[in-house]
């Protein structure tokens, strides 16, 4: 680690694109319902508010989510994408682990799936970017 001139408080680290991302991940371009999970009673009643967002990044562990609001990391979100070969009612459970800006006043939330998505999965949402 080097100490950046420009920045006192800052550290660069050299790490190459292979040592950052262990799974190849593919892009996309998916519309998806989300809503925040753990909001207490609400969500176990079903009452949760559902927003929608588009997944432009994927691997079988992780995905890039881009919305409207900001989220801090270590939010779960619920998602559903909106695909013809995705089964209804089958959501996707992803925490928050970065954000950063996105396009326009978006965010693009990094988001670690609390599960590994299907070969299926996966597929589904490959073919059906768009």
């Excluded at 680290?13 to 809503?35: I, N, Q, T, W």
């Excluded at 928050?96 to 988001?111: H, K």
Aim: overall charge positive; glycine content about 12%.
């Amino acid at each position: 680690m080097a100490k950046n001139e420009g920045l006192a408080d800052t550290v660069v680290l050299k790490l190459l694109s292979d040592e950052r991302r262990g799974m190849p991940r593919f892009g996309c371009h998916v519309k998806a319902l989300y809503s925040r999970r753990g909001d207490g009673e609400n969500v176990l009643r079903g009452e949760a508010t559902w927003n929608i967002g588009r997944i432009v990044d994927v691997s079988r562990h992780r995905l890039a989510l881009v919305i409207r609001g900001r989220y801090v990391p270590g939010t779960v979100l619920s998602l559903e994408p909106l695909v013809p070969r995705w089964q209804p009612g089958r959501e996707l459970m992803a925490r928050v682990t970065n954000m950063r800006p996105g396009p326009g006043t978006g965010w693009c939330l990094g988001c670690q799936l609390t599960r590994p998505l299907t070969g299926d999965e996966l597929q589904a949402l490959l073919l059906n970017t768009g």
